[in-house]
T-cell receptor, first 114, second 111 residues
Framework: GAGVSQSPSNKVTEKGKDVELRCDPI?????LYWYRQSLGQGLEFLIY????????KSGLPSDRFSAERTGGSVSTLTIQRTQQEDSAVYLC????????????FGPGTRLTVL | SQQGEEDPQALSIQEGENATMNCSYK?????LQWYRQNSGRGLVHLIL?????REKHSGRLRVTLDTSKKSSSLLITASRAADTASYFC???????????FGEGTQLTVNP
């Protein structure tokens, strides 16, 4: 079946602009996660959704970052007033039930802030 | 954020040889998962081992878990050039559902 999909695959933006990154999880998966991978920080957790609620958003680095999930499916990660340090690959993962389950990752969105 | 540790950071071997990667983590866990990453993009799930398991096999992969030492190892037997990739361990803490990743091992298998 279809895996996790993310769009766009690449995004180049200017410092100060807002960006939206989209994630389509595997159908039927109730849990959805956002991570990011950068050269200096490695792979780090951002936020976790169970259904449409986010019981753990402790990884969001600043209030410029927000995310929502609608219909228990698609999620959007929004970064406002982008900074150069936001440049990274943003990875989305989904899991059938959440805790204890395998997390399946999408191909990622490479964000470059000029 | 807390990161696990992996060693070696880089490993270069010949086709047919075995590759062993080690991982340490810091907290109590539900499970530990191993992933492969090619070209710095999506992570491919390899194997999940639960905290009450000590060893697990999948094809040419063998994973061990020692919760008393908070460590895990991934063994790839009879390696192939196509196994060339970065390998990450990721621990799921008992306090939640997030994964905490190790720094990764870059494996190069020479034909």
């Amino acid at each position: 079946g279809a895996g996790v999909s993310q769009s766009p695959s690449n995004k180049v933006t200017e410092k100060g602009k807002d960006v939206e990154l989209r994630c389509d999880p595997i159908s039927g998966h109730t849990a959805l996660y956002w991570y990011r991978q950068s050269l200096g920080q490695g792979l780090e957790f951002l936020i976790y959704f169970q259904g449409n609620s986010a019981p753990d958003k402790s990884g969001l680095p600043s209030d410029r970052f927000s995310a929502e999930r609608t219909g228990g499916s698609v999620s959007t990660l929004t970064i406002q007033r982008t900074q150069q340090e936001d440049s990274a690959v943003y990875l989305c993962a989904s899991s059938l039930m959440g805790a204890g389950g395998t997390q399946y990752f999408g191909p990622g969105t490479r964000l470059t802030v000029l | 954020s807390q990161q696990g540790e992996e060693d070696p950071q880089a490993l270069s071997i010949q086709e047919g040889e075995n590759a062993t990667m080690n991982c340490s983590y810091k907290t109590s866990i539900n499970n530990l998962q191993w992933y492969r990453q090619n070209s710095g993009r999506g992570l491919v799930h390899l194997i999940l081992i639960r905290s009450n398991e000590r060893e697990k096999h999948s094809g040419r992969l063998r994973v061990t878990l020692d919760t008393s030492k908070k460590s895990s190892s991934l063994l790839i037997t009879a390696s192939r050039a196509a196994d060339t990739a970065s390998y990450f361990c990721a621990s799921e803490e008992t306090s939640g559902s997030r994964l905490t990743f190790g720094e990764g091992t870059q494996l190069t298998v020479n034909p």
